[in-house]
């Protein structure tokens, strides 16, 4: 709206410009044609014409200058208050002022539109410095493109903007831009970049690097198109600088609270430690000391199986607190994998109690080279997840075969369902699915610390998940390897 009134402004300046210079040169004419020959009027109808050049333009000096070719053909070219001209001499004088005026109108105009040429392309890369500038002050807890769009209307003249992040699926909009979502998005969808001069509007893809990452839109602008390409470059580096700075902060975050939460382990571990000694030292004592009868000798048995348990848990809790980037002690020794499995599903009996579990492991394997204690510490842990998590009663099996020395054992259970996007999440210290979070206690540490542990062994954990047959964790550990600690 501001360059419609300028613009106007110009032409009434411009008109009056004209009708003042013309009024000039007849009066001039008037006056003067009695003291003045044809000669000595030239010089100062062509700086009046220059005059008009240099402060409206060519077409104005080009009125101007038939006008003053005109008045120096009626008031001083013989025969005079006349637009007859006698002599040739006379004709020459006049083509020649005219063509002069013409000429040096053009020359005017254009080193005054190369000028407004520069002063514009000055204007904009000022423009553009600040607004890189500002782009480094985002607040990267806001939404970037709302920024962005108040950013590019406060620092070029123009309309509206409107830019639409890919990352977020989020549009925004700023000035008197119009609704054009889907417009918008087709340019991002369909990589078209294009310009509308109906509407002054420009059209781009932002590109950081190779990768689009939204689209753009400015609305009622003058701009070339280099100044809207380098818009449209900054607006992308400062999306995907702004993304990239809050996932930074966001894992060193979860780095420091990951740091607290181990430390908080390693401590209540460590705290657990003695008291549990000291239980097992003591109901051990009661047991040698004699004199019990079955009842009581029963009670002090599951006094010792759950102090076990509870130090078992708590040598889970010392290996979870252990950094991430930490190795496990590694001592592998000759170890029967079917013994190995049975003790695995001994100490997980309180929870496997009321469901069917089957154990299959193929007759080709015997023993193998591995570290049972972190061995048999993963199998634990995806054995208590699936008794906590699998369906009511729901039976539980264990396969384990040998292939190209490989070792795949298999444990699966039904009911419970684990999507896609949570496989690759699951094993993560802490993380536990919302789905399931209420359904049964935990910590979000046992896969994480079974991942480690067959990881350890050279191996890697898989998931095999379907809502109608349930979860099946496969673990594959190379069969006939020798492995350093």
Not at 49 to 62: K, R
Not at 316 to 321: D, K, Q
Request: with cysteine.
């Amino acid at each position: 709206m501001e360059e419609m009134h300028v613009a106007a402004h110009a032409r009434i300046r411009s008109i009056a410009l004209v009708l003042l210079a013309s009024a000039f040169l007849i009066l001039f004419g008037m006056v003067s044609n009695r003291y003045l020959n044809l000669a000595s009027t030239i010089s100062v109808y062509l700086f009046v014409t220059l005059a008009v050049a240099d402060q409206a333009g060519f077409i104005q000096a080009s009125i101007v200058s038939v006008v003053a070719t005109l008045c120096l053909e009626y008031y001083f070219a013989p025969p005079l208050f006349s637009f007859r001209v006698d002599r040739s001499e006379n004709w020459v004088a006049l083509a020649t002022f005219e063509g002069v005026s013409l000429i040096v109108s053009r020359l005017s105009h254009r080193a005054h539109r190369h000028q407004a040429m520069l002063e514009k392309q000055s204007t904009e890369q000022r423009a553009l410095y600040e607004l890189c500038r500002d782009t480094l002050l985002l607040d990267w807890k806001q939404a970037p493109e709302r920024q962005l769009c108040a950013l590019i209307t406060r620092s070029f003249p123009l309309r509206g903007v409107a830019l639409w992040n890919a990352y977020e699926d989020t549009m925004s909009r700023h000035g008197e831009a119009p609704d054009e979502e889907n417009t918008v998005k087709a340019v991002y969808f369909n990589e078209r970049t294009y310009d509308d001069p109906t509407r002054n509007a420009s059209f781009r893809v932002l590109y950081f690097g190779t990768r689009a990452v939204g689209a753009l839109m400015l609305y009622g602008h003058s701009m070339d198109s280099l100044s809207v390409n380098a818009v449209a470059s900054i607006a992308a580096m400062a999306i995907e600088r702004t993304r990239s700075l809050a996932v930074e902060l966001n894992l060193e975050a979860e780095h420091q609270s990951g740091q607290l939460r181990s430390a908080l382990l390693d401590g209540l571990a460590h705290a657990f430690k003695t008291p549990l000694t000291t239980i097992t030292v003591a109901s051990s004592g009661l047991l040698a000391a004699g004199g019990l009868n079955d009842r009581q000798i029963s009670l002090i048995d599951l006094i010792n199986r759950e102090a076990t348990r509870l130090g078992q848990l708590t040598t889970s809790l010392l290996h979870a607190s252990e950094p991430a980037s930490s190795r496990f002690v590694f001592c592998e020794r000759q170890t029967d994998l079917r013994t190995l499995i049975q003790g695995a599903m001994d100490e997980c009996e309180p929870g496997l109690a009321t469901r069917h579990t089957s154990l299959d492991v193929a007759s080709n394997i015997g023993n193998i080279q591995c570290d049972p204690r972190l061995l048999s510490l993963a199998i634990v842990q995806i054995l208590d997840n699936a008794a906590k998590y699998a369906s009511q009663s729901s039976p539980v099996s264990i396969t384990a075969k040998l292939k190209e020395s490989q070792i795949t054992l298999r444990i699966h259970n039904e009911g419970s369902y684990i999507s896609p996007e949570e496989q690759g999440r699951i094993f993560t210290r802490f993380y536990r699915s919302p789905s399931v979070e209420h359904r049964a206690p935990g910590t979000g540490l046992g896969l994480s610390v079974a991942q480690r542990a067959v990881e350890a062994h050279g191996g890697r954990i898989s998931i095999e998940s379907d809502k109608e047959t349930g979860t099946t964790f496969v673990i594959s550990i190379p069969g006939d390897t020798e492995r350093s600690a």
